[in-house]
């Protein structure tokens, strides 16, 4: 079965603190990947997708993803944070279809 | 930027009515989305749609369950007959359908069946 696993459900980091998020699914066949961001009150946003190519993408506000094919893993990293990034983080998938399958997600809260 | 805009934000309806939720999807995208975040729980996927029927549905999208696109902009989730768990935020998406393009998505519409 399709699944994603976010292995960090809440977060709390202090302000310049380096960030990683865990996300790992599975899934039959060509995968695409995604982190959403949802800042409170506010809708799901992208940060950033892999869909081919160099498996280490860059996304907005200094985040970055690496693919690891052989560890069905994609983590989210930000060297360091800011009170602002206190949100929300959502790994998604996505195949041969469009719809999105996704991770239970991870509280960051960032202190000042 | 366009956005997917959804209404209403917040809708409280007796357990038993029908509810109409509402979107209209970006423009000139093409494939259109359901999504509900029951509180406290992942985002589950409900229904795709794309030239005006159902792409594919999940096991939660059951009859009672229905999207219609009744015009050239909006995209309606209707359900009959609410329950209390049916209580949850949904939210509509939508994208061009193009492999390596990414689904935007709405504000949501928080649904509080009483």
């Known amino acids: 079965a399709q699944s994603v696993s976010q292995h960090n459900h809440h977060v709390i980091l202090s302000e310049a603190a380096s960030l990683e998020l865990g996300c790992n699914y599975s899934?039959?066949?060509?995968?695409?990947l995604f982190w959403y961001v949802q800042y409170p009150g506010q809708h799901l946003q992208l940060l950033l997708k892999?869909?081919?190519?160099?498996?280490l993408v860059k996304g907005i506000k200094g985040f970055e993803a690496e693919f690891i094919k052989s560890k069905f893993s994609f983590n989210l990293r930000k060297p360091s944070v800011q009170w602002s990034d206190t949100a929300e983080y959502f790994c998604?998938?996505?195949?041969?279809?469009?719809?999105?399958?996704f991770g239970t997600g991870t509280l960051l809260a960032v202190q000042p | 930027e366009p956005e997917v805009t959804q209404t209403p934000s917040h809708q409280v309806t007796q357990m038993g009515q029908e509810v109409i939720l509402r979107c209209v999807p970006i423009?000139?995208?093409?494939?259109f989305y359901w999504y509900r975040q029951i509180l406290g729980q992942k985002v589950e996927f409900l229904v795709s749609?794309?030239?005006?029927?159902?792409?594919?549905k999940s096991e939660i999208f059951d009859d009672q369950f229905s999207v219609e696109r009744p015009d050239g902009s909006n995209f309606t989730l209707k359900i009959r007959s609410t329950k209390l768990e049916d209580s949850a935020m949904y939210f509509c998406?939508?994208?061009?359908?193009?492999?390596?393009?990414?689904?935007?998505f709405g504000d949501g519409t928080r649904l509080s069946i009483l």
């Open positions: 998604a998938v996505s195949g041969a279809t469009n719809k999105l399958i």
């Open positions: 899934y039959g066949g060509t995968v695409n």
């Open positions: 892999y869909f081919s190519g160099d498996p």
């Open positions: 423009s000139n995208h093409l494939y």
């Open positions: 749609f794309y030239n005006n029927e159902i792409s594919e």
């Open positions: 998406a939508s994208d061009r359908g193009n492999s390596n393009q990414p689904q935007h």
